[in-house]
Every structure is written in C-alpha cells, then in structure tokens.
C-alpha cells in the first residue's frame, strides 16, 4: 500500500490513518523544522515517533531501515530526492509525503540531477 500526495491533502487521509492526527499536530508545531537530525517521540507520547534526516543525495542513495509491521511516512522539508519503494519511483520534493509499508524494500536519497542537501522527516506508525 502506497500513498504519495500533497501536504495540503495530508487531513483527508485520516480516516483510513488515524495516526494522521497526531503527525498534523507535530507538523503544524513545526517541529521537525526545528529540530536537527535524530529519533523522537511525539508530545503527545503515542504510538507514533519520528526520525529526522539530513543527506546529501547520489546516484546509488541509501537503503531505509526497515520497520516491519509499521507505516513509514515521509515528508522533505528541504531539498529533494528521489525515493523507490519496490520498484516505484517517486520525485520527493518539499510540500510532498509518502506512506510505504515499513517491510518495503526502499531506497532513499536519490538524485536526479546534481546531489542535493535535503532534510526529511520520517514518521513510523
């Protein structure tokens, strides 16, 4: 199961992710813009945290931990990359999220033209 989207669309998928609420409050806070690189718990101490990354893409990028049994959104709040999740590709750019499986297999931090600094946040529920 795969969602990519806009985050101006981000609320109407709480209805078949209710963890949708809490990342909105974490996003609307900013957060993740604020904070550097590294794991967190949202405030609110639910079942959903975070991960903050700062990369500089390449041709090869990098493999994503794996969070079996979980959903992984991705949301790029500087930069872009390119992400394939078991062989779809996807242009990620700043205003973009995507949900993937955590089992997927993906590939992160792909360039498509000249490497790029991003920074992304990785929310798991």
């Known amino acids: 199961m795969i969602a ?14 209710p963890a ?3 990342i909105t409050g974490v996003m609307d806070r900013s957060l993740p ?6 794991r967190y718990d949202t405030p609110e101490k639910s079942d959903v ?6 990369f500089l893409t390449s041709q090869r990028g990098f493999p994503a931990e794996t969070h079996d049994g979980n959903l992984v959104m991705e949301i790029v709040l500087e930069g ?3 992400i394939s999740v ?3 590709v ?4 700043t205003g973009r999220f995507l949900i993937y499986s955590g089992s997927d297999k993906v590939q992160r931090a792909l360039m498509y033209s000249l490497p ?3 920074k992304a946040v990785r929310f798991i529920f």
């Open 4 to 17: 990519f989207d806009t985050l101006s669309e981000l609320e109407s998928y709480a209805g078949a992710f």
């Open 20 to 22: 949708i609420g809490v």
């Open 33 to 38: 813009y604020d904070q550097g690189a590294g």
């Open 49 to 54: 945290s975070y991960i903050i990354d700062e």
């Open 80 to 82: 872009e990359e390119l």
């Open 86 to 88: 078991s062989g779809s």
């Open 90 to 93: 996807f242009r990620m750019e």
């Open 116 to 118: 790029e600094h991003t």
